[in-house]
């Protein structure tokens, strides 16, 4: 069983900052120190000032998670309990591992030349990272002062996490609106669809550029009303969307889910066929996206 999902406030709950614990292992954090040593007490105040943050692992990627090649980080913690997701081991953040803001900055500044011949950057993902804002703010205001390009990859349900200041230091959103119909989004994350929605409007207001991002799943979000709704809503923020990404539903999270002993709800579903992909990217197209 996971966690019972109960409403997040700013900054987080006190149980998601448990010390880090083992977990079920991906690609990891290589290089990167982990303060196993660290007393509780201590710990949770550093997380909480945003000096130390619960990392799954990070990796080098290639016009995937932005422009460029992009370091992308992924933080522990995630308030939806998506039936999809391909990275279950990332809900919780007390299953991360402890990694401080200053050496994540160490090894960003590293890869300073790589980023600029590519126009990539880094990208900060999940979990959600708005889970750990102080953290987050931190590291991205650390690039920034670096001059490398800035991304988070977020659901926007805790934007209100995400300060003026923070939005600051942003070049580029990866939102992900899973769903367009209030019932559907429940289905899909346990959560509601509004935040995401206030969110896209905060972006939309203060300019930054957004990558909107729609998971296909036959039988669950492939409706065409539920995708005409969605943009409809991405409609609003219009002058920041430079793309939507609809992202073909895989099975590739299922041996996670087992390992976690966590109930897979989606094991029997398969990929869409290319024909939905496609018909689904036309609805985007239609309202004058350009689509992905």
């Given at each position: ?73 992924f ?26 803001a200053?050496e ?8 300073r ?26 590291i ?31 070049d ?14 429940k ?20 300019g ?5 991002r ?10 065409p009303?539920n ?30 889910w ?6 897979y ?11 939905l992909?496609?018909s ?13």
């Amino acid at each position: 069983m996971t966690e019972a999902i109960t409403p997040v406030q700013a900054g987080g709950r006190d149980q998601d900052f448990l010390a880090p614990a083992a977990r079920l292992r991906g690609a990891g954090i290589g290089a990167l120190e982990e303060l196993t040593d660290l007393e509780r007490s201590d710990r949770l105040a550093r997380m909480r000032e945003g000096s130390l943050g619960s990392i799954h692992s990070w990796e080098l990627v290639t016009a995937v998670d932005g422009p460029g090649t992009r370091m992308t980080i992924f933080l522990n913690g995630c308030p939806l309990r998506c039936l999809y997701c391909h990275n279950p081991d990332t809900f919780l953040m007390r299953d991360g591992e402890p990694v401080e803001a200053d050496e994540i900055l160490r090894r960003i500044r590293r890869y300073r030349n790589v980023f600029k011949a590519t126009g990539g950057g880094i990208t900060l993902s999940g979990g959600e990272v708005l889970m750990q804002p102080a953290f987050a703010g931190r590291i991205l205001a650390g690039a920034k002062a670096m001059g490398i390009h800035t991304c988070i990859d977020t659901s926007g349900y805790l934007g209100a996490n995400a300060s003026d200041e923070m939005l600051d230091n942003i070049d580029l959103v990866l939102l992900d609106v899973k769903s367009g119909d209030e019932q559907t989004y429940k289905k899909v994350t346990g959560r509601e669809l509004a935040p995401t929605i206030t969110f896209g409007d905060r972006l939309a207001a203060k300019g930054i550029e957004t990558w909107v991002r729609f998971v296909l799943v036959p039988g669950l979000t492939d409706d065409p009303q539920n995708v005409e709704n969605v943009a409809r809503i991405v409609e609003r923020w219009r002058p920041v969307v430079s793309r939507v990404e609809v992202l073909p539903f895989h099975q590739m999270g299922t041996d996670k889910w087992d390992a976690l002993k966590l109930e897979y709800k989606l094991r029997d579903t398969r990929p869409p066929e290319p024909e939905l992909v496609e018909s689904t990217r036309q609805i985007f197209r239609e309202h004058g996206f350009t689509v992905h």
